[in-house]
């Protein structure tokens, strides 16, 4: 959906609804892909305030993404409120709002680029994921292994039968 900032602006009305459903393509986010499983929805309202364009929004849909602990997929759902300013005039340059350049304000960048800065850094599949095993590979969420998971420091190997040898 694009909307054009002048006009916008200059009507007497100065407000407009937003109901609008758009496919978001695939994506890369610090090395991993993410896969919309749903049509992004968006539903607010664009208003101005003389210069400056104000968008207020809802925005829902669904992503798989990889867990950052099993590597598993799952599904992740985006339920945000976003809040932007905009404006075509460079001379508001420094009133905290984005400068549209060709006056054309194109809803799904904005909305696009906002579900990216609300994805967590570690992503994961549930908030107690085991992950998967550092010896033979399995994620331990699903199964059990037998291999030695004992976590020692090899610099501190050399304590380890400390209390075993204590003379009383």
Do not use: H, W
């Not at 009305?13 to 991993?32: A, H, L, N, T, V």
């Not at 049509?39 to 003389?50: A, L, M, Q």
Request: hydrophobic share 35%.
């Amino acid at each position: 959906m694009k909307i054009r900032v002048s006009d916008l602006i200059s009507r007497k009305e100065r407000s407009k609804k937003i109901d609008y459903k758009f496919e978001i393509p695939k994506f890369e986010f610090e090395g991993d892909v993410i896969t919309p499983v749903s049509k992004c929805e968006v539903s607010g309202v664009i208003t101005s305030d003389k210069d400056i364009v104000i968008m207020k929004a809802k925005v829902t849909c669904t992503l798989e993404m990889n867990c950052s602990r099993c590597l598993d997929t799952f599904i992740y759902p985006i339920d945000i409120d976003i809040e932007e300013r905009f404006a075509n005039n460079n001379s508001l340059e420094n009133e905290d709002v984005i400068i549209v350049l060709d006056d054309i304000l194109d809803i799904a960048q904005v909305v696009e680029s906002n579900i990216i800065s609300s994805l967590p850094i570690q992503r994961l599949c549930k908030s107690d994921c085991k992950g998967l095993c550092q010896e033979c590979g399995a994620n331990l969420n699903k199964e059990s292994c037998s291999c030695n998971n004992d976590d020692v420091d090899i610099r501190f190997d050399v304590l380890k039968g400390f209390f075993d040898n204590k003379e009383v």
